[in-house]
């Protein structure tokens, strides 16, 4: 069974960075492309990022692009999401998720992921 453990949220001023993480355990790591999605207070969860398998490939929200980078170690079986120039409406608990596919690029669509994290907080003030 897939465990995915996100970490690296916490509470931080605009204009400030964070960096994620999401270990992965139980699968395959290296034939799966990740993505990390959000979900901010009344709001639906939202595509963030997605990273392809051999990390080639990537795909950002127009709300992140240019400040938010996706990662990932492919020996390490984790995925990173650096966010720069963090903005208050960057406020919302972070999941990675795995793709249901091997090999194949996901997108924007959760159902194309079929492994999530617990989540993690991250909070950005004025």
């Known amino acids: 069974q897939v465990q995915l453990v996100e970490s690296g949220g916490g509470l931080v001023q605009a204009g ?17 492309a990740m993505g990390w999605f959000r979900r901010a207070p009344g709001k639906e969860r939202e595509f963030v990022s997605v990273i392809s398998y051999s990390g080639g490939s990537t795909l950002y929200a127009d709300s992140v692009k240019g400040r938010f980078t996706i990662s990932r170690d492919n020996v390490r079986n984790t995925v990173y999401l650096q966010m720069n120039s963090l903005k208050p409406e960057d406020t919302a608990v972070y999941y990675c998720a795995i793709a249901r596919t091997p090999f194949r690029l996901p997108g924007r669509e959760p159902e194309s992921y079929d492994g999530w994290g617990q989540g993690t907080q991250v909070t950005v003030s004025t």
Do not use: N
């Not at 400030?16 to 799966?32: D, I, K, Q």
């Open 16 to 32: 400030t960075s964070l960096r994620l993480s999401c270990a992965v355990s139980g699968r395959t790591f290296s034939v799966y």
